[in-house]
């Protein structure tokens, strides 16, 4: 026993854990179609590492998963473990046990498990290999894969013995040899093409080094003449500055003098101002006093008036009152005698209404016992009507049924006559076939032949034109090479392009700043973006830069602190910003040079021109080397250094050593410099590649005139293969019609056998209900006459004279009750308008009282008034004594302020001629300045283009104020020194710019030379072995499948007798002497027949030879397990005992799953397995075995 157990978990309509135990021999999977069987196959299949959907009968990973229902959620996971029997060892794995688990999830991951531990899908497949055990091999055989085999071309069939002969993985090995040396020849091809394209350059940076060398020695002695001429001419116009700026001084201190005696004049006016706002703000408040006193005084004059008017009016209203108390006590009496009469005409009312109230609660005794009959026997009548209601619908049910019946029976006997005449006309259709499959058969006999006399003409038509194929095949492998490449660095470009554009190497706050650089016109761009750094110095210049590599460069001070503005405003990060305005640029006294010395960073470094202040300022005090070594050797004795090693190693000029690995900026650097190289290099490989499409053109014209001299020949032979499959064609429907109305007549004749039992069994039915309606009728008459009894005694009942009675009680009742409620109203209005009168007497008698005592309150208030305007009339005459002498005092203070004015205005006349003086030697001083400033400018650019043309073009401008410091003091200029500079200058423009790294250039150009023609011997050694590993794994491939096809040979002519009881069947290559290309032709000769190829077999002859093929392969190649997906459903009931007895014989060597509707083949099994599926649309498993079940019968 090899195959244990299967367990999934949610594979497909697995939904529940279901665990299939297996034993040896054979086991049987049954159940109906739809019910989820062929999915353990395919769980099988996948668990062992297959990969293509369409063999698993999916289109993607999720259909691997239970997707639920309407009475069950979906899953979130498939999972399915195969466990083997290793015990034998037929594993190479050191377990008795071997589990392989797979899962897989809705977003398409799949894991892979052996033995619990997570592996590799290729792991699985392998071992399994190993094992003789595939998802692609014979251990799983799908439904219609055994047709499938026979239909194939002989050169596909092949694949089928590959599989079977264990040679996949060679193949695998093979086709991975093959893709290495194909990407060595081509590596040796671009290797050989930058030698070709290295080697005249050589000759070229020869001569430009010369002239380097030429140049550099002129400008050196310009340098020396033009620091003499600019040292006199300096201290000349630094003298004059001065003069001018001693002048400017003097006059300042003058105009400053000035100043200070015109604001004493100013502090004095001020005091004036200061008193006379203190007056008349005195002034102010006591006339508004003033103002006040008279308005107070004039108002309780006012109201002493208003308050007599108002004593005089109370004393008049007080009269009117004292008239109308009088007629209001008269209607008070009135009142109260008419209340008493109504309340006597309440009393005699409400004795009549009890005595009516007693006579209608005997009326309505009376009349609730006939009421209470009344209910009854309406209650006893409904209960019959609906007893009579069911009665009545079960009669018309059983009528309807009996009418649905007789109706059913009539069209049963009509469609069993036409089942009648259908086998007729089918019979007649199979006469006629068989007569036109004969006719068919030898009419494509006779194309056939013809078809191969033409086939040999074109193969000789066709030799001429493979070489030019051969040609047009090297060229477009060579085109689309290049077409990949010119991608390639397309791709690479527009990457580069989109990260620059989206920033992606850089940090949130550079991100930001860059972002909104139209805020900040004065944003130049990043430390990156404007260095240019070789390739072998990315790693020092990224340890001397660190996060400044990604530091933004700014025109101002004032531009960097708009961009810091809108970091914090936006909450954007942080970004470090190098103003031009505000960098401190200094250089190293001395620079160490000898072993190990790279150079300084700054002048090994290039940088977008006008910017040489940042790469100074950055770079100025780095010095490149080649290892830490040196770097801590010169460190000694260079203290404002820092020491940056290619291998990215920093050692600071306060000892600090940074270094070790990871990513870092330097990645900001290489792609800039790539992006800038990539254009160059996709314009040079577009222009090979047109030249090589137009060479392929070319050979495609000449290949086109080559096939249109056979195109006549491929004609012919294409309307006879038309012609031949047409035939074919008719040939397989007229067969498959054959089949299908012999299955047709078969399924007519069941079918009218069944409708006679059916209508049988209606007419037994019939009969059963035309007893029971007459039942039923019977039962309906009875409780007719029982409904007509309770009607009468209903009807008898009489309750009006009751009702007419204690109606006319109640209207009684009612017109009492009516005229009790209006005696109410009119009593309740007279004692509501008595109660109002005798408000309206109080309310008036109180109004009297309270106008007497406000007029004796307006009486006091008369005398308080008047002492109050004789106190406010001596107030106002003590203030007019106050204002006089203020009013003198402040025209005394406006004369002197007059007086004051007059000197600070002549004393302003005179400020402006002081400031005119001094304006003037500000002018003076500043274009003396402005001569010293354009003297600088020329200084600096004359000295730069010198300096600059000797070293490095990258290297950052000079420190000018310690060059200007370290000009000579020339108090006299030599003669002819004009004429000597201008002579230099004009040899140096005679030689022409030239780099001065062409020296270093050529070195490393010829350095890679050698490494490349090194690299080409290296890569040709490789080709050689992998030619040889190729070679070693056709022949191994070879042996393999010749052996294994010689067994499957073998066998086959064993099985195929045995299933066709007699006959012949043969394999065959159809090209024996090339085995690793050949075709498998598989000949069959069925018991009386003649040699005939495969597609000319009938269904049932194709079914057994496709079994005998299979039998034959599991046989010969001793898989240890295997698993047929109805392999039998085409087998007939005579041929299913032989391939039940073969079946047998296999189990004896080999563990067999047969996943079957044959009962034939179940009844041999050992072990059957039923599945059904649910309603939750889940499947579900039981188990049986045999054992088990003879051993409970005994």
């Known amino acids: 026993m090899y195959l244990k157990r299967l367990e999934l978990h949610g594979y497909k309509t697995f939904a529940a854990r279901t665990q299939f135990e297996f034993d040896a021999g054979i086991t049987a999977i049954v159940g109906p179609n739809g019910s989820g069987k062929s999915n353990v196959a395919d769980a099988l299949r996948w668990v062992m590492g297959e ?9 993607r990973s999720e259909d691997m998963i239970f997707g639920g229902s309407q009475d069950r959620t979906r899953l979130g996971m498939a999972d399915v473990s195969l466990t083997l029997d290793n015990s034998s060892g037929w594993l190479p794995i050191e377990y008795a046990e071997v589990t392989v688990q797979r899962r897989a999830f809705p977003s398409g991951e799949n894991q892979y498990y052996l033995n619990g531990s997570r592996v590799r899908r290729r792991d699985i497949v392998e071992l399994l290999a190993k094992g003789r055990v595939s998802s692609n091999t014979y251990t799983i055989i799908a439904q219609g894969a055994v047709d499938a085999s026979l239909s194939m071309r002989p050169e596909q069939r092949r ?42 350059r050589l000759e070229r940076l020869s001569k430009q080094a010369q002239r380097a060398e030429e140049y550099q020695k002129l400008a050196r002695e310009l340098e020396k003449l033009l620091e003499t001429w600019y040292g006199y001419q300096w201290r000349r116009t630094q003298e004059q500055s001065q003069l001018a700026q001693s002048k400017e001084e003097k006059r300042q201190e003058a105009l400053a003098d000035h100043k200070r005696q015109l604001e004493e004049t100013s502090r004095q006016i001020d005091q004036l101002r200061k008193r006379q706002a203190e007056l008349r703000g005195d002034l102010g408040r006591w006339h508004s006093k003033s103002g006040l006193l008279h308005a107070r005084l004039e108002e309780l004059q006012r109201d002493l008036a208003v308050k007599r008017e108002r004593h005089r009016l109370l004393v008049q209203r007080r009269d009117e009152i ?22 006597v005409e309440r009393e005699r009312l409400a004795e009549e209404r009890e005595g009516r109230e007693g006579e209608g609660q005997r009326v309505r005794r009376e009349m609730a016992e006939l009421e209470d009959e009344h209910r009854r026997l309406e209650a006893e009548l409904a209960a019959s009507q609906d007893s009579a209601f069911e009665l009545a619908t079960g009669l018309a049910e059983r009528r309807n049924l009996l009418s649905q019946l007789r109706e059913r029976k009539d069209d049963l006997s009509n469609e069993s006559r036409e089942h009648e005449e259908v086998i007729g006309d089918l019979c007649s259709q199979l006469e006629s076939v068989t007569e036109q499959i004969s006719t068919l058969q030898r009419e494509r006999d006779a194309i056939s032949a013809s078809l191969e006399e033409l086939k040999a003409e074109e193969a000789n038509k066709e030799a001429a034109a493979q070489s030019s194929v051969d040609r047009q095949s090297q060229l477009r492998a060579r085109l689309e090479e290049m077409r990949q490449q010119l991608s390639n660095l397309e791709t690479r470009n527009e990457l580069l392009s989109k990260a620059r554009r989206e920033l992606t190497d850089y940090s949130r706050g550079v991100k930001t700043v860059l972002s909104r650089k139209g805020e900040v016109p004065g944003i130049i761009a990043t430390v990156a973006e404007l260095l240019e750094v070789p390739p072998d110095l990315d790693g020092a210049v990224e340890a001397a830069l660190d996060r400044l590599v990604q530091a933004v460069v700014t025109e101002t001070w004032e531009d960097a602190c708009s961009a810091l503005e809108i970091l914090r405003g936006a909450d954007g990060g942080r970004a470090t910003l190098l103003p031009l305005d505000s960098l401190r640029i200094s250089s190293p006294d001395h620079v160490p040079s000898g072993e190990g010395v790279v150079g300084l960073a700054s002048e090994l470094v290039g940088i977008r021109e006008g910017l040489d202040p940042v790469l100074q300022a950055l770079l100025g005090n780095t010095l490149v080397v080649e290892d830490l070594g040196t770097a801590r050797r010169l460190h000694q004795d260079h203290d404002g250094l820092q020491f940056a ?5 920093l050692l600071s000029h306060g000892g600090f050593v940074e270094g070790g690995s990871g990513e870092s900026g330097s990645v900001l650097l290489a792609h800039e410099r790539e992006r800038r190289q990539l254009p160059g290099q996709i314009e040079a490989l577009r222009t090979d590649w047109d030249a090589l499409k137009q060479q392929t053109e070319e050979e495609e014209k000449l290949h086109h005139r080559l096939l249109n001299e056979i195109a006549t020949f491929r004609d012919e032979c294409t309307e006879l293969e038309e012609a031949g499959k047409v035939k074919d064609e008719e040939i397989g429907a007229l067969r498959l019609r054959d089949e299908r109305a012999s299955q047709e007549i078969e399924w007519h004749r069941i079918a009218v056998r069944r409708l006679e039992d059916e209508i049988a069994s209606l007419v037994e039915k019939a009969g059963a209900i035309e007893r029971e309606i007459e039942t039923a009728e019977g039962q309906e008459r009875e409780m007719a006459d029982s409904m007509d009894s309770l009607q009468e005694r209903l009807t008898s009942l009489d309750l009006a004279p009751l009702q007419e009675k204690l109606a006319g009680l109640r209207t009684a009742i009612a017109v009492l009750d009516r005229s009790k409620e209006s005696q109410e109203t009119a009593l309740e209005g007279h004692r509501s308008s008595l109660e109002q009168l005798e408000s309206q007497l109080a309310a008036k008698e109180s109004r009297i009282a309270e106008l007497a005592g406000e007029g004796e309150e307006l009486e006091g208030v008369f005398t308080a008034v008047t002492a109050q305007i004789e106190e406010l009339s001596g107030q106002v005459g003590a203030l007019s004594g106050l204002i006089a002498p203020a009013e003198e005092e402040l025209v005394g203070l406006e004369k002197q302020q007059r007086r004051l004015e007059k000197e600070e205005a002549k004393g302003a006349r005179r400020s402006q001629e002081y400031e005119a003086t001094y304006s003037k030697s500000v002018l003076n001083r500043q274009r003396r300045e402005d001569e010293l400033r354009n003297l600088q400018e020329r200084i600096e650019a004359d000295l730069e283009t010198v300096a600059m043309s000797t070293e490095s073009p990258r290297q950052l401008p000079l420190d000018i104020d310690a060059r200007l410091k370290s000009l000579p003091e020339v108090t006299d200029i030599p003669r002819g020194l004009s004429a000597k500079i201008k002579g230099l200058r004009r040899r140096l423009r005679q030689v022409g710019p030239v780099d001065p790294e062409t020296v270093v250039e050529y070195e490393q150009v010829v350095e ?12 040709e050694k490789a080709g050689r072995s992998l030619r040889k590993v190729v070679a070693e794994l056709d022949r191994l491939m070879e042996d393999k499948f010749l052996e294994t096809f010689n067994k499957v040979a073998v066998e086959f002519e064993a099985y195929f007798p045995r299933l066709f009881n007699g006959g012949r069947g043969k394999l065959s290559l159809t090209d024996p002497e090339n085995p690793l290309q050949s075709g498998v032709e598989i000949l069959a000769q069925p018991p009386g027949r003649r040699h005939r190829s495969v597609a000319m077999l009938s269904g049932g002859e194709r079914a057994l030879t496709g079994v005998a093929l299979t039998f034959a392969i599991l046989k010969a190649c001793s898989t240890p397990f295997c698993l047929l997906d109805e392999v039998d459903s085409r087998l007939d009931e005579v041929n299913i005992g032989r391939f039940r007895q073969a079946l047998q014989e296999l189990a004896e060597r080999t563990q067999v799953i047969v996943i079957t509707h044959n009962r034939g083949t179940v009844e041999i099994a050992d072990a059957i397995y039923g599945v059904t599926m649910g309603r939750d649309s889940a499947s579900r498993v039981l188990s049986l075995r045999l054992e088990e079940v003879e051993a409970r019968a005994s």
Do not use: C, M, W
């Open 51 to 59: 990969q293509r959907y369409t063999a698993l009968r999916a289109k």
């Open 159 to 200: 694949s089928i013995f590959e599989e079977a002969a264990g040679i996949a993985i060679h193949q695998a090995k093979s086709d991975q040899s093959l893709a290495k040396l194909e990407d060595t020849r081509n590596n040796i091809l671009r290797v050989n093409d930058i030698v070709n394209e290295i080697a005249p």
């Open 322 to 343: 004292q008239q109308e108390v009088s007629p209001l006590a008269v209607s008070r009496e009135t009142r109260s005698e008419r209340i008493a009469e109504l309340e």
């Open 645 to 649: 090693t290619l291998a990215g190693e």
């Open 1008 to 1019: 890679r030379h050698g490494f490349l023609v090194g690299q080409v011997e290296d890569l």
